[in-house]
């Protein structure tokens, strides 16, 4: 409907019809649409079959600073940090040599100079009731220029100067580098180790009230462990096949036999208009699976637009995850399938990463979705970024549909006296590699979406790994396979 016929309908002057169309426009009750003028969106529509006042939604901007250490990876917000950030310049001032700061340095083993929309999203502040509609991309504001000092103790195996949350991953590699050193260190007096290890003089940490992670309420029923081999490729497969706009699958590997395997299922998802994402680790050099995903692609072409998308080159992510979108109106009707037995790569001799674990939560399916877009996003090659686009949308969709259910807004965490109610914690990277040393898991099941190969190395260095800590009556007493598999055995 145009300006125009607003006017004749119902004769009052322009400027409160332009004032009436943009506050529908912001409320997301309607919509401007190229060449067709105002346009009632879905919420509308929805709103007018049930009468009453329609639902609006505020948007506000916020931000935050987070600190990414370049050891592990682990981030750490700026107003929940008690970290004691120094300068090259004011450990100099402090007494520290140049021989005492290139023998004290720890090495970088973190290379990465970029932060995804999924690994920030935990740390991202907001308030009760309020939900992340958008992230933007994390800007790097300086690298290299900030230090903490830290006082280890080999008599006493302990570190001083480490937030909480990174003493689990970063304790042992500071331990096991004294040990290295130790010949070469310079003992400093006990003066010279306060000066460093206090916080300098001015600095004030503030205390944010938001959890570090986000706890989700889970309704019974929306997640589910499959523990057999056949059940999980019949899950998967009706996954794909009951999805109406959007798929991804992500798998650590690809070959040219595993995607062969699949491409029934891919091509009849792909007549169906679907758009269908794959995002993919690695492959074998002597067998090119993406050659094939290049020939599905396009056998399965309807003129110039691409349905089918993938990454020309390796993305590093460990995980095995399967996403679709089960509404096409954006109602929140979302399945998730981590880990299980590998899609598009015939693996022989490796056990699958079972039990997998089925969720059909708006919320946590947020959460991962974000995470995909964020992965998509850092994968160097062609440009992604329609599929990220995508993903950051249904996120937002799904995690406004979460928001909004009584079951979220009656939820108490079990912090402020609440958790008689399931719960579900989705782990991202860094978070992940914690749980390899066997730390903040406490009661509940995690499942990995990621088979335990690929944390042999302490899982320091994870890239693309998910797992989700499911809490609360129904995960009280775990089988003893879900036991082993948190183990990683």
Known sequence: MTLAQLRETFHVHDRLLIESVVTLVRAGWAAMNLGEGLAITEQGRQTLSKGGRPQSTTVRKASTSLYMERVCGLLERETQSALNLRSLRSLRELGMSGA????????????????????????????????????GEPRMHTKGNDFVPLHVDLASSTVTGLPRTWEPLLTEVLLRAAHEREEEMEEFSQEKISQLISQPPGTRTVQSRAPRTATLPLPPGRAALITGKEDFLSAAQRCIEDAETSVLIMVSAIDAEGVKTWERELKE?????????VLWGETDTDSD????????????????????RFNARPAGTVSQIVVADHSADGAGTVTVILGGVSLLHTVVGQDPALPALKVSDPGVAAQIARAAAGWWAETAGEDLSASTDRWRRLASSWEESAAQSPRSSNYVPAQLGGGHLDTAQVLLDADCAILEYGQGRGDGVIV?????????????????????????????????LVTEYQGGS
């Open 448 to 480: 990995r979406a990621y088979p335990a190969e690929a944390a042999d190395d302490g899982g320091q260095m994870l890239r693309g790994a998910a797992a989700v800590h499911l809490r609360g009556p129904s995960w009280s007493t775990a089988p003893a």
């Open 100 to 135: 005492d700061l290139d023998r004290s340095m720890l090495t970088i083993r973190n290379p990465r100079n970029s932060l995804s929309i999924g690994q920030a999203q935990g740390l991202l502040p907001h308030r009760a009731g309020e939900w992340i509609r958008w992230v």
């Open 289 to 308: 699976g993406l050659s094939e995903l290049k020939r599905i692609a396009f056998e399965s072409a309807s003129g110039p637009a691409r349905t089918l």
């Open 269 to 277: 998802a792909l007549k169906r208009g679907l758009r269908v994402d």
